[in-house]
């Protein structure tokens, strides 16, 4: 139950609960960058 609780908890965390993703002060982001990808998460038998 408590690993439950942890994922949960990181789950929250990782998906923007805090708000949108801000810009650090005085930097801009990179023009011409791209980042691409691929994410499985499962079982499999």
Same mark, same amino acid.
């Given at each position: 139950?408590?690993?439950? *609780?942890?994922?949960?908890?990181? #789950?929250?965390? *990782?998906?923007? #609960?805090? $708000?949108? !993703?801000?810009? !650090?002060?005085?930097?801009? !982001? *990179?023009?011409?960058?791209?980042?691409?990808?691929? #994410?499985?998460?499962?079982?499999? $038998?």
């Amino acid at each position: 139950m408590r690993v439950l *609780a942890f994922l949960g908890l990181v #789950a929250l965390a *990782a998906c923007g #609960a805090d $708000g949108e !993703p801000e810009t !650090p002060e005085g930097k801009t !982001p *990179a023009i011409g960058v791209s980042i691409t990808g691929k #994410a499985e998460v499962g079982i499999r $038998g």
